[in-house]
């Protein structure tokens, strides 16, 4: 069954330094998500991305965050510069094309990066 | 703004029993859809059960089912014959039919089974 991956599955950095948290979503999917939780908290919406630019951010989603598509599978989160309270789980989710003009299909999300900012 | 609202952070049941989360919305749209996901130890979002909301019929899968209603902005859980396999938070969703579609998370239920 086709499935979101995410790499890598840890990544431990320094305040200040920028990371790129890579996803490949499920290959026949045109809408792509990025979402984090902090420990012990509700998973909050970053952004959405579709034909290649951003469809919505949250306030969350500042200046310190980018997202691109580089190739055809591979979506990736960049955080310039990381703080403290960056640290958190990022999901990457997709999701497929309009089914039956009611909309798109469930988002599924991959395993998550689990992101320590010291 | 949609919202999302679980009212029991934690539940625990007996193993083979039944038991219902609970989730409540508020959203001024009138199409849109509702979600169950699973986030076992692993930390990943599986998920549990979709409903949209234009269909009456409550949506089942296996021992999983839900009791939506639309009047009340209601969207509960109800695990049947529960398994040590389904302890893990169970988080409810939201998602606008139009727009981004971004999904709205509640805060999430620890559920634990008892052997």
């Known amino acids: 069954e086709p499935e979101v991956t995410q790499t890598p599955s840890h990544q431990v950095t320094q305040m200040g330094q920028e990371v790129i948290l890579r996803c490949v979503p499920i290959s026949n999917h045109l809408y792509f998500y990025w979402y984090r939780q902090i420990l012990g908290q509700k998973v909050e919406f970053l952004v959405s991305?579709?034909?290649?630019?951003?469809?919505?951010k949250s306030e969350i989603f500042d200046d310190q965050f980018s997202v691109e598509r580089p190739d055809g599978s591979n979506f990736t989160l960049k955080i310039r510069s990381t703080k403290l309270e960056d640290s958190a789980m990022y999901f990457c989710a997709s999701s497929g094309a309009w089914t039956s003009g009611r909309g798109r299909e469930t988002q599924y999300f991959g395993p998550g990066t689990r992101l320590l900012v010291l | 703004a949609q919202t999302v609202t679980q009212s029991q952070p934690e539940m625990s049941v007996q193993e083979a029993e039944t038991v219902t989360l609970s989730c409540t919305y508020d959203t001024s749209e009138s199409d849109y859809y509702l979600f169950w996901y699973k986030q076992p130890p692993s930390r990943q979002m599986i998920l549990v059960i979709r409903q949209e909301a234009y269909k009456q019929q409550n949506a089942t899968e296996n021992r999983f089912s839900v009791n939506f209603q639309k009047a009340a902005k209601s969207f509960s859980l109800k695990i049947s014959d529960s398994q040590l396999g389904d302890a893990a938070m169970y988080f409810c969703a939201y998602g606008d039919i139009q727009g981004a579609q971004k999904l709205v998370f509640g805060q999430g239920t620890r559920l634990t089974i008892n052997p």
């Open positions: 991305f579709y034909n290649n630019e951003i469809s919505e």
